[in-house]
C-alpha cells in the first residue's frame, strides 16, 4: 500500500508539473473596439448630405412661420444647382440628395415623388399662409407650435424630410452600401488609401456616416450626445428596452472590424444583421409618433404633424429589400392614411380615426414582435 501511495503521489506531482509547464494558451490577433474607432475612416461626402437635408427642411418650414417659399429654390437645394445653400461649403461641394435618392416608380416614394411634394409646398405658400382647417391649407398651431399644412392635414416638411431620410441615407445602406457591389469580395481590400482605406473600408464607413451618429456612440451613453437623423430616431427604440441604438452601432462596429481583419463570412452577418437592426429603427419611431397621435387626437396642429411623421417612418421600410414586413402589408399600412384621388392614393388624414391608427399600429407590431412594448414606444 505504502509502495501503492508512492506511485500515485509521484505521478501526481509529474502531471502537476506538466500542467505548470505547458505555456497559458493566449488570445492572438486584435480585439474588436467598442466605439466605431479605426483607422484611415472617412465620410465626408455622407456628412455634406446631412447638412444639405439640414438646410432643405429648414427652407421647408417658413411657411410654418408665415413666409411662402420657392419650388425652384427647393429643387436647387435637392439637387445642389445655382449655389441655393447659406452654407457655402455646401454649394461648392460636388455632392447631392437627388443622384443619391432611391428613383424608381412604384409604391416605394422616388426623387419625383419628393420633387412634387416640395412643389406643392411652394405652391400652396404662395396661396395662402393662413389658418389651416380641413379643405384649406394652411398654418395649424397648437401653443407655441406652428405647422404648415396642405388642405387634408399633411405636413410636406416632415414627409419629405423623413422621406428623405429613408429614400436616401437608409436606402443607400440597406441597398447600396452593406451588398457586394460595395463590399462583395470582388471590391478591393488590400490598397490602403492614408485617411480612406481601401475601397471596401471606405463603402462600409460611408454606411457608417449616413446614420448621423458620433463614433464613440453607445447603448449606455446616447441620452449625452448630439444625434442626428435615424440616430437621433433610434433612441425611441432605446427608451422601451430594444436597445436600438447599440444594436446598430454594434454591427457598425462588427462589419467594419470584420472587413479590416477579412474575415468575410463576419462581415456578412455583421451587414444582414446591421439592415435587420436599422429597420427596427425605422418601425419603432413610426409606432412611436403614431401612439402620439392617438393621444393627441384632439388637437389638429399636433395629430396631424405626428401623422405626418409616422407616414414617412412606414413609407421609408420600402427601402430593404431584406424588410421583414411584406409588399403587401405595408400596402395595407399605408392605405390607413391614405385616399384614392383621380385614381391615385395618396396621403390625406382628414378622415384618419383612432381606430384605423391603432390597427395600422397593431399591424406593424404583430409583424415586428414589438407587441410587448407597442404601448410604449
Not at 39 to 59: F, I, K
Not at 234 to 249: E, W
Request: net charge negative; proline share 3%.
Amino acid at each position: 500500500m505504502k509502495k501503492l501511495s508512492l506511485i500515485l503521489l509521484g505521478a501526481t506531482l509529474f502531471t502537476a508539473s506538466c500542467k505548470k509547464d505547458d505555456p497559458t494558451p493566449t488570445s492572438s490577433g486584435p480585439t474588436q473596439p467598442k466605439t466605431y474607432s479605426f483607422d484611415n475612416v472617412s465620410y465626408s461626402g455622407q456628412t455634406t448630405r446631412l447638412d444639405m437635408l439640414g438646410e432643405l427642411t429648414a427652407e421647408m418650414k417658413k411657411p410654418a412661420s408665415g413666409t411662402a417659399v420657392d419650388a425652384q429654390v427647393m429643387l436647387n437645394m435637392f439637387k445642389n444647382e445655382n449655389d441655393p445653400f447659406a452654407d457655402g461649403a455646401l454649394n461648392s461641394a460636388t455632392k447631392q440628395l437627388k443622384n443619391k435618392c432611391f428613383d424608381v416608380m412604384g409604391e416605394a416614394p422616388s426623387a419625383s415623388t419628393f420633387e412634387y411634394y416640395m412643389g406643392r409646398l411652394a405652391s400652396l405658400s404662395a396661396q395662402s399662409t393662413g389658418t389651416w382647417s380641413p379643405g384649406t391649407a394652411g398654418v395649424a398651431t397648437s401653443g407655441s407650435k406652428a405647422y404648415y399644412l396642405d388642405e387634408n392635414g399633411v405636413e410636406y416638411a416632415q414627409i419629405v424630410e423623413k422621406g428623405l431620410m429613408g429614400a436616401v441615407f437608409y436606402y443607400q445602406i440597406a441597398e447600396t452600401y452593406t451588398r457586394d457591389g460595395k463590399i462583395g469580395n470582388a471590391v478591393d481590400n488590400e490598397n490602403v488609401t492614408d485617411g480612406k482605406g481601401t475601397d471596401m473600408e471606405h463603402h462600409w464607413d460611408e454606411a457608417f456616416g449616413y446614420f448621423g451618429a458620433p463614433v464613440d456612440l453607445t447603448e449606455d451613453n446616447y441620452a449625452d450626445k448630439s444625434l442626428r437623423y435615424h440616430a437621433k430616431y433610434a433612441k425611441k427604440g432605446s427608451a422601451a428596452g430594444l436597445q436600438t441604438v447599440g444594436k446598430v452601432m454594434d454591427q457598425f462596429i462588427k462589419g467594419r472590424f470584420s472587413i479590416s481583419n477579412k474575415d468575410y463570412t463576419a462581415r456578412d452577418e455583421a451587414a444582414a444583421q446591421l439592415r435587420k437592426e436599422y429597420e427596427m429603427i425605422l418601425v419603432t419611431t413610426a409606432i412611436h409618433y403614431i401612439n402620439g397621435a392617438i393621444s393627441d387626437f384632439g388637437d389638429d396642429a399636433i395629430r396631424n404633424h405626428e401623422i405626418s411623421e409616422a407616414y414617412a417612418f412606414i413609407i421609408s421600410l420600402h427601402y430593404n429589400s431584406d424588410k421583414l414586413i411584406s409588399d403587401a402589408d405595408l400596402v395595407m399600412v399605408k392605405d390607413y392614411f391614405r385616399e384614392d384621388m383621380g385614381g391615385h392614393k395618396v396621403p390625406s388624414f382628414l378622415n384618419i380615426t383612432v381606430a384605423k391608427l391603432t390597427e395600422a399600429k397593431n399591424k406593424l407590431s404583430a409583424v415586428y414582435g414589438l407587441d410587448a412594448v407597442k404601448d410604449q414606444l
